[in-house]
């Protein structure tokens, strides 16, 4: 029997003039930007899950809806990067005037990366580990990599990558799980610092119903692909890697227009992906709409259109074409449970 | 156990779930990185909805994101109960460590064992007082509708019988547990009530009330002498002879009966429980001799209720178990009385096989998670009894499963697959639920601290999250506040992070700080961090941030900037590492300011061997040698001093040369671009040009300097 609780909180406001694609939280949870159809992206401090008065911006500069948003790590401060139906990665920074800290900074467009030749559909930042970095998946059947360099411009990769269009990038953790549970020197100060190896790897959803995993080669400095996986049958509308706290596992989740939802693990760096799929039936998300045909096991009743994982990779949060957005958990017996369920 | 959410205000109504949908649209939403909270707000669903076509007409104007909790903050009373628990945790803690460091053998011994007591009945009194405080407060409506007074309660019996059952006093676990059980039994669950005994004492025949026989049975049952005794006196004034002298002897006998803190020994103890038993099945014989037609009052049978009492004390399970079922009592009171009734002796290793044969005839209650937990720790089934304590509360599981690896109740190894004890996933859930107030971070911190390599790689993720407040502080005393008390939060989650010692995790928050410093233009807060961080490359860009300060606004702003940097510089030289080009960048940047600060205030001759000794000492880069070399000038063209030495002169010259030959070369830009840029020249080959007037001057210079016949004149 689901427990049922109430969250009372006022709504940010956010003026968009057209429906809203995505929101997303900054580092600190404090800073939210959205970006809409009306072609903007917007910015607002959050305190306590409300909007701080007078504390919002407006950037323009896309020339079409703008579908995603992305933060960067604090270290390279305040910076944003957007993406859009007209084919650009815009990347936004804020400045602060002399002596203004504390007041609202200025954005400014950094960068225009326009190599793609049709809608860029999302955007996500490397592992800070791994320097600024942004990969980018395109209606044009491309992914794309941005690298900020040192001297202050930018360098571009452009590859194939999923047949018909690519929906959605996410990185894998910097850090090769497990390595960061074996032993090593503790850094101290006056010591350099000690970090393992870092790794650039992310994964991308398609409309080819597949999941690929991409590799940097140093050697031939290049993207290569380095697995396919293959499990629905349909789009695939997001994919998210889960970060890494030190688990022997890395795990992936995947969203489909075929109403799945699909987990993907790996033991180690040598061991096959292993998938399995999200059971709504065993749960409160089984809860169907009134007079809807329940969905079968293993499905959801719609269209799952994003997955996203917690801090510590340990809940997964889904949403749903049937307007409710679900969190899961791996139980200690290793099955997936809902353990929330958000509706309106 | 899911729970499911509502916004309130609502996206969309309930009953209009299915017109929201056959719009298209759906709830998307994003994670809140520092809480248990995510944004939710209407997104377009349709397939095709990336034809890059506005949306307008089909929706509504609003578009609101709700930022919402998937947890209940605790309200301030839950946050001093985390809070104060947690001190005890830190203790207990610091105890464990210290046993497995030092005498892991003496983990379970006496002297641990009881520490481990005392603590636990810290936590007890902790419960305690929340119960009574928030079944105090139960009508304040705002108030956390989950941890209400009976939860306390449910929890404080709960970790009470944990405590009896698993960690006895002075650590000794071989002893008879009975009187333990009852005191527990008569502290949590009390029967029977007050009120009752009070009705019943201010009966003058209270034999005659329909509630008189369950009353004096229970409070016998439960130990109760002196009720029992006052009651059975009171049976002296029945009309029936043969009740009147049974009742007498009850007396006499439940004056004597045996406790065990009255007896130095076991020995004595079980001698005189024995010899106390066969008084009691004395009287037995007595009682059966009663006459039938005597056995009943004008209310009851007396004599049956009369045996059953004599039953229970003559040690009959089966008396007190059916007696125990017709009064309304549950497994708990059969198993709680046995000890003193049925078997003097029981031991605490009996009790999952007395508990088992109890409860295969009145089973545990499975509505009731509190009775579920208790039938568990009878049971002696920890792992069963932390999954229902993780139900009742997480905060339960976390602290039981603490204390349940010291005494040896759960496996210490990690499981294969999670890298994780049981105990850790406790702890670690707990420490989830902690996020749901980012305020908590530091006791969330220490939570996952304790979860190994895991817990810790947790809790950097948590540490690096902490807001660093520094734009709210730098707002808040712009004119009063001093540096130090600007980075306050930095300093807390860097003592913490020593304390735990994650040394990356500092440096990159030292990092992060140093940025954003830098963005307010604190530069010397700024490379106090960096240097913290031993970002050496930062270093560098904060250096050349300041001195880009003097490019686009010229000596005074810059000579304040660098008085706030210089004092790192002195720490820099105390500590010399593999950092010297940057260090020759700040060591450049004090000296330049010093250089400008000498000249305004009049003290030229001393700015001018400044001037020298920054191409001396090979401190300024190249980029800058084009600005010094211009800064010269004035000095040259001083009629009445010779600020230099024909030396001196000779070095400006040969620095002037490389200067032309490079940007003849086509490297102007690397000589001369700052110049050009303070200066708002077009390029190079302009700067260079307005070097021209240096050349004449050094010329010139020359000339008076063999005229003079000296190479120095102050």
């Not at chain 2, 929890?155 to 676990?173: A, K, R, V």
Request: aromatic fraction near 10%; charged fraction near 25%; hydrophobic fraction near 40%.
């Amino acid at each position: 029997m689901p427990a049922a609780m109430a969250s009372d909180s006022i709504p940010i406001e956010t003026a968009h003039e057209d429906m809203i694609h995505d929101a997303q939280l900054d580092y600190y949870g404090k800073r939210l930007a959205t970006c809409s159809s009306d072609r903007t992206v917007k910015v607002f401090d959050v305190v306590d899950g409300e909007q701080k008065p007078g504390s919002g911006h407006t950037l323009k500069g896309h020339a079409g809806p703008v579908w995603q948003v992305a933060w960067a790590h604090p270290k390279y401060g305040h910076i944003l990067a957007s993406c859009s139906y007209d084919g650009k990665v815009l990347i936004w920074k804020e400045e602060h005037q002399q002596g203004q800290a504390r007041s609202a900074g200025v954005w400014t467009k950094v960068k225009e990366h326009n190599l793609h030749s049709a809608s860029v559909n999302s955007v996500c930042w490397a592992p800070h580990e791994l320097g600024a970095i942004v990969a980018c998946a395109s209606s044009d059947g491309k992914l794309s990599v941005l690298t900020f360099k040192n001297d202050g411009t930018w360098g571009a990769d452009i590859f194939n990558g999923h047949a018909i269009g690519c929906n959605a990038v996410s990185w894998a953790p910097a850090t090769i799980p497990g390595s960061l549970i074996t032993p090593h020197q503790t850094s101290l100060p006056g010591q350099p610092a000690q970090s393992p190896a870092a790794v650039k790897r992310f994964a991308s959803a398609g409309c080819d119903n597949l999941v690929r995993i991409w590799g940097f080669n140093e050697e031939t400095q290049a993207w290569v692909e380095e697995e396919t996986l293959e499990g629905h049958a349909d789009w695939v509308r997001d994919v998210a890697w889960a970060p890494n706290i030190g688990l022997p596992r890395s795990y992936i989740a995947t969203a489909s227009q075929d109403k799945t939802v699909l987990i993907w693990t790996k033991d180690s760096p040598t061991s096959p992906w292993v998938k399995t799929a999200l059971d709504p039936s065993s749960s409160a998300a089984a809860t169907v709409t009134p007079g809807a045909p329940p969905a079968p096991a293993g499905r959801f009743p719609d269209v799952v259109w994003r997955v996203s994982w917690s801090l510590a990779g340990n809940i997964l949060a889904v949403s749903c074409g049937d307007g409710k957005v679900t969190l899961w958990k791996e139980n200690l017996k290793g099955v997936w449970e809902c353990v929330n369920e958000m509706s309106s | 156990m899911s729970t499911c959410v509502s916004l309130i205000p609502p996206l969309f109504e309930e009953s209009c779930l299915e017109d929201y949908l056959k719009s298209g649209r759906t709830v998307s939403f994003t994670l809140r990185p520092t809480a248990n909270e995510l944004a939710l707000f209407a997104t377009p669903l349709d397939a095709d909805f990336r034809t890059g076509q506005p949306t307008s007409q089909n929706y509504p104007k609003e578009q609101d994101v709700y930022v919402t909790c998937w947890d209940e903050v605790p309200t301030s009373e839950r946050r001093l109960f985390i809070t104060d628990t947690s001190i005890i945790f830190a203790a207990f803690r610091a105890l464990v460590d210290h046993v497995k460091t030092n005498e892991p053998e003496l983990m379970r011994a006496m002297e641990y064992m009881t520490a481990f007591r005392k603590l636990a009945g810290d936590y007890i009194t902790h419960i305690q007082e929340c119960w009574v405080h928030a079944s105090q407060t139960i009508s304040r409506p705002q108030e956390d509708t989950r941890f209400t007074g009976e939860h306390y309660r449910s929890m404080y019996t709960s970790l009470s019988i944990f405590q009896t059952l698993y960690l006895p006093e002075e650590g000794i676990d071989d002893v008879p547990v009975g009187d333990e059980l009852l005191e527990w039994l008569n502290t949590h669950f009390i029967e029977p009530s007050t009120e009752e005994g009070d009705q019943l004492s201010a009966l003058e025949k209270p034999w005659e009330d329909e509630t008189f026989w369950q009353y004096l049975i229970r409070v016998t049952l439960r130990g109760l002498t002196k009720s029992s005794i006052f009651f059975l006196q009171a049976l002296s004034q029945h009309p029936s002879e043969h009740l009147q002298m049974i009742s007498e002897k009850l007396v006499s006998i439940l004056e004597k009966h045996p406790r065990q803190k009255n007896y130095a020994t076991e020995k004595e103890f079980f001698t005189a429980s024995r010899r106390w038993k066969d008084r009691a099945k004395a009287l037995r014989l007595e009682l059966d001799r009663v006459p039938d037609d005597d056995r009943q009052d004008e209310f009851e049978n007396w004599w049956d209720n009369i045996s059953d009492l004599l039953g229970i004390i003559e040690g009959r399970a089966e008396v007190l178990q059916r007696v125990c079922v017709e009064l309304g009592g549950d497994w708990k009171e059969i198993i709680c009385t046995w000890g003193v009734w049925i078997d003097v002796g029981l031991r605490r290793a009996e009790l999952p096989d007395i508990a088992g044969r109890v409860m295969y005839d009145v089973p545990s209650d499975p509505s009731s998670k509190e009775d579920s937990l208790h039938a568990d720790l009878f049971l002696g089934r920890p792992l069963q009894a932390l999954s229902v304590a993780h139900d009742i509360d997480v905060w339960l599981a976390a602290h039981l499963a603490d204390i349940m690896i010291p005494l040896g109740l759960l496996d210490s190894e990690t499981d294969d697959e999670s890298k994780l004890t049981i105990r850790d996933q406790y702890v670690i859930a707990y420490a989830d639920y902690l996020q749901s107030d980012p305020g908590l971070w530091r006791h969330t911190v220490d939570y996952l601290c304790s979860c190994g390599p895991v817990g810790h790689q947790m809790a950097d993720e948590i540490l690096l999250r902490v807001p660093l407040r520094l734009e709210e502080s730098a707002g808040k005393h712009d004119a009063e506040t001093s540096d130090g008390d600007l980075a306050e939060v930095v300093k807390d989650i860097n003592n913490t992070c020593f304390e735990y010692q994650r040394e990356p995790v500092r440096r990159m928050i030292c990092k992060v700080a140093a940025q954003k410093l830098v963005m307010m233009k604190k530069y010397g807060l700024a490379i106090s961090y960096c240097l913290s961080a031993e970002d050496w490359p930062g270093l560098g860009r904060i250096v050349d941030r300041v001195l880009n300060e003097y490019i686009a606004h010229g000596p005074s702003r810059f000579t304040s900037l660098v008085a706030d940097i210089a004092p790192s510089l002195q720490e820099l030289q105390v500590e010399p590492g593999p950092h010297g080009v940057f260090v020759q960048r700040l060591k450049f940047a004090v000296r330049y300011a010093e250089f400008h600060h000498r000249s305004r205030s009049g003290a030229v001759d001393y700015a001018a061997l400044d001037l020298i000794s920054m191409f001396e000492e090979d401190l300024a880069p190249k980029s800058w040698w084009g600005v010094l070399l211009n800064d010269s000038t004035p000095f040259l063209q001083n009629e009445s001093t010779l600020y230099f030495s024909a030396a001196d002169a000779s070095l400006l010259l040969r620095r002037l040369e490389e200067v032309k030959i490079q940007t003849d070369h086509g490297y102007g830009d690397d000589y001369l671009g700052v110049l050009a840029r303070t200066m708002n020249l077009t390029g190079a080959k302009e700067a260079l040009k307005r070097l021209d007037v240096l050349r004449i001057c050094l010329a010139r210079y020359f000339a008076r300097c063999i005229l003079k016949g000296k190479s120095r004149i102050v």
